[in-house]
């Protein structure tokens, strides 16, 4: 990634496209143009009507910060002459009326804590003397947040302008983009009806005809436009004869943004009037190209974004307001209409590169709130390499190929809309679509009773009806304690059977969701060798290594195993289409930047195979019953693999385990899979064997230390911090991407670290994302959490702060209550690895193994 300035043509000139503008002055880049379909006074756009409530607290930690840094943008921003901001801090109220939302506040009060948001719960009776219009007896309670407010989002865009075209940007005002230029896979330009604009980079910061863009570029845009119900009222007589309400519009309120969304509402003042947005209706899917061209005069009341109110469709709106808000009953609804704006299949914004054409980005389905956001992390990729808040859940190349096409996407978002307000559990599975990619074993899995999950299509076994008999012989110390209703939904007690039968016996685990891609070529050893940072010039065909993928930042980009299958070829057990995405474009440039003759493929070969894990005591026992190939130590260390056959199936084992157990992972093509699971599943028998799920792996997993990319790492925390050193090879002379900023780091103290907790009273749950609390402050919050049934107690990851120390009480904020835990040594299960090499028990002994280590620096 350079970090020189380059000529960068954004089409779309709303909140996002002059924000990108903006930020990218701000780093030094000026050669810029904007290109806008419509008016630049009042381009047309979701922008154009957006009633710009800011809610800042969100599940998601990233979208959080996008929304602070907008708060942050539009506070600062004035006028020429000096006037008010962009930005009206009037607070935000969010009302329970029924006791599970009241419930689900505390949850989001956890969110606060853990983002640093202010916030705080309020009884029934605060609510009402900061909004006296509500109505006292139907509201229970709520959560304030007083940095929340309304932005002005129509005249932020225009301030940008002004301030971006005096420092030199370039504005193409009714320029509609007509195609992309492109040559050997690169953008080189943008084609409109008025020319081509040369460009070595493009992005499309279009909001609902982003889908249109991309066509005109060969790329997929994973988004639906979707109409949204907004209507202003009547005077209401208890706003009327306020001075507020003489000031523009925007300006003109002073109750705080409301939103109740036990009903999918939102309200916000406009003078003497309300504001009354819907989601509870029917979704509405539009086809952006059906809007035709935007007109050369845009107004208020006549844009391309803002279609006919169906009153309809507000019917049931209209009466809930009038209960919640009773000043509302002696009105109507003077002017409504039906916006549009952009949803994905998982609600997301997309954000980045495209897969498939270099220089050429998108920032869509990004909503005002994280605008400002989304175009400082944006502008810090271009021009830098990286984003300071981690943009992984929101990349565009995140999506596998079957949530690409139109069916999958129309679907999916619009049951986003539908669910929007919704309190939805973190384990919620998606209910339809369903079944789109199933291993070879999934019939074998229904007739088990699999209780299935989905992740990028997949089905995924989280535990087995067929163990249910198991957990009445569960010893007593394994016996699965109570738990609170909100962890034990999506939860059996057979999880824990299943994890006492892996530590005890044997089990076998469907692996075959997890992404493998195959690096091909003369030029694989060199293109990983400059991308990873484990050495791997010395390293011998059979061998598997443990490495990470970094930014220029020394961010970890993802963590993965490299296998070498011989002197050019790389099987890499990945993350995410976005490892795939990364792979395939470096290895598009990696010829040019050494020879010809250097090439390198990378193709993915998930869905053209299968995988079973088989892990614990006796793994290798069934194994022995099944092929007559030496698996010994000497023939098949850990970390290395071996081509073989068995049962006359031929398979690949790599000797490495996700749960803390010795045995194998092996993989064969599609076609042999199902014979392959029989032929375990018979031999294993006699051995106790199990078929075990996602859930007891998960519980395993933690015990034993091991992380999961996205959920206890991200971009934003380097190797040291997240106690992942020994990935690092400190005796590698050869350059990699983030090499420069490790070596920076060697010299700093760490502030921060994913430590390991013990929950105190052996039995509280929490479910991720929770603050932490040490002295009565929040210093961090919840990456993983599960019960570990082999130490009979919750283990949970958490980021803290650096001088935290093993032994350090904390306290963890569940449901607004406080959950007493220990920081304590990891992993808290087996930390010489005896199990892992066949060597004994290691049941709840502390210390620290080979699998994670303290993160001391390695010397670069």
Known sequence: MTTQPQRVVIIGAGIVGTNLADELLSRGWTDVTVVE??????????????????????????????????VEKLLSMKDREGGGSCFNQVGGLEVATTPERVEELKRKLGYAGSWGVDARLVSAEECLAMYPLLNRDIVLGGLHIPSDGLALAARA?????????????????????????????????????????AADIVVSCAGFWGVEIGAMAGVEIPLLPLAHQYAKTTPIPELTDRAVNARPNGLNASFPILRHQDHDLYYREHGDRYGIGYYGHKP???????????????????????????????????????????????????????????????????????????????????????????????AEILTQGWSAVDVSECELSRFEDVQLNREYVSETSQQNFVEIYDIIHPLQPRESPRSLRTSPFYAEQVHLGAFFMELGGWERPFWYEANAGLVRSLPAHWRPVERDPW????????????????????????????????????????LLQRLTTAELVSARPGSIVYTLLLNDN???????????????????????????????????????????????????????????GLW??????????????????????????????????????????????????????????????????????????????????NALRLEKGYRTY????????????????????????????????????????????????????????????????????????????????????????????????????????????RIAATVVAEPVYDPASRRLYGEGDGEGEGGLGREVQRPVRAVL
């Open 710 to 817: 996205g959920v206890d790492l991200t971009t934003e925390h380097d190797p040291y911090e997240a106690g992942l050193a020994f990935a690092v090879d400190g005796t590698k002379t050869d350059d990699f991407v983030g090499k420069g900023a490790l070596r920076r780091q060697q010299r700093r103290p760490l502030r921060r670290r994913l430590r390991c907790l013990t929950v105190d009273d052996g039995r509280s749950m929490v479910m991720g994302k929770e603050p932490v609390y040490c002295n009565r402050r929040a210093v961090g919050y919840v990456t993983s959490a599960a019960f570990g049934f082999t130490i009979r107690k919750p283990v949970v990851y958490a980021w803290l702060p650096g001088g935290l120390v093993e032994g350090a009480s904390v306290e963890i904020e569940y449901f607004g209550r």
């Open 487 to 526: 962890s034990s939904r999506f939860y059996s007690p057979i999880v824990a059977a299943e994890a006492w039968k892996t530590r005890n016996a044997v089990a076998m685990f469907d692996m075959s969701s997890f992404h493998r891609f195959i690096v091909s070529g003369p030029g694989a050893t060199s």
């Open 157 to 197: 865009t225009q301030l940008l302008i002004e301030r971006t075209r005096d420092a030199g940007v370039r504005y193409l005002g009714h320029t509609a983009v007509t195609g992309i230029e492109q040559a050997d896979g690169r953008v080189t330009g943008v084609r409109t009806a008025k020319g081509t604009i």
């Open 554 to 612: 020394a961010g970890i980009r993802s963590d993965i195993f490299l296998t070498r299958l011989d002197k050019t070829t790389y099987q890499i057990g990945a993350n995410s289409a976005t490892d795939l995405a990364y792979l395939r474009r470096e290895a598009r440039s990696h010829p040019h930047t050494t020879t010809p003759k250097n090439w390198v493929q990378v193709l993915d070969i998930t869905g053209a195979t299968c995988c079973i």
């Open 37 to 70: 379909q419509g008016p630049l006074d009042l381009p047309g756009g979701s922008t154009s009507h957006a009633p710009g409530l800011v809610f800042q607290t969100s599940p998601s930690k990233t979208m959080t910060r996008f929304a602070q840094y907008t």
């Open 284 to 378: 509405m899917p539009v086809e952006a190209a059906s809007l035709g061209r935007t007109p050369s005069q845009v107004d208020e009341r006549n844009m391309p974004s803002r279609l006919q109110f169906t009153d309809e469709d507000f019917q049931p709106a209209w009466q809930e307001s009038q209960r919640l808000l009773p000043s509302l009953q002696g009105g109507g609804v003077d002017d409504g209409f039906n916006g549009i704006f952009s949803f994905t299949p998982d609600g997301g914004p997309l954000i980045g590169q495209a897969p498939n054409l270099d220089g050429f980005y998108v920032a869509e389905a990004v909503w005002v709130t994280h605008s400002a956001g989304v175009a400082r992390a944006m």
């Open 616 to 697: 614990g005591p006796r793994a290798g026992d069934v194994m022995r019953s099944i092929t007559t190939q030496d698996l010994s130590d000497k023939s098949l260390p850990y970390m290395h693999s071996k081509t073989t056959s068995i049962r006359g199936i031929p398979v690949l084992l790599l000797r490495k385990s996700y749960v803390g157990e010795s045995g194998w992972e092996i993989q064969t093509s599609a076609e042999y899979g199902r014979r392959l699971w029989h032929s375990l599943a018979e031999a294993g028998k006699p051995h106790g064997l199990v078929a075990a799920g996602r859930a007891a792996f």
